[in-house]
């Protein structure tokens, strides 16, 4: 897998790669497997978000982030 390609043609796929093979914790551990599924939950919830905008994950940007949008649309409470 091309992983910058695959960023922004199968986002998910390269989630999980970059999850398995490159993520680490604060310690610089690999996550548990709970914490490595609560960041897959939330990935594919901001993914969904996308979605149903009008822009892709190669796109979003610092101008969606403002104001907290994506917590709100998302449903994520602060």
């Excluded at 695959?6 to 093979?21: C, F, G, I, M, R």
């Excluded at 996550?31 to 993914?47: E, G, P």
Aim: proline residues 4%; charged residues 25%; aromatic residues 8%.
């Amino acid at each position: 897998m091309d992983l910058p390609t695959s960023w922004t043609t199968e986002p998910h796929a390269a989630y999980l790669d970059w999850q398995a093979n490159e993520a680490a914790g604060a310690d610089r551990r690999r996550f548990s497997q709970r914490s490595i599924i609560q960041h897959k939950a939330m990935f594919d919830r901001f993914l969904r978000h996308l979605s149903q905008r009008p822009t892709t994950l190669a796109a979003f940007g610092a101008t969606q982030q403002s104001g907290g949008g994506v917590r709100r649309d998302c449903g994520i409470a602060r």
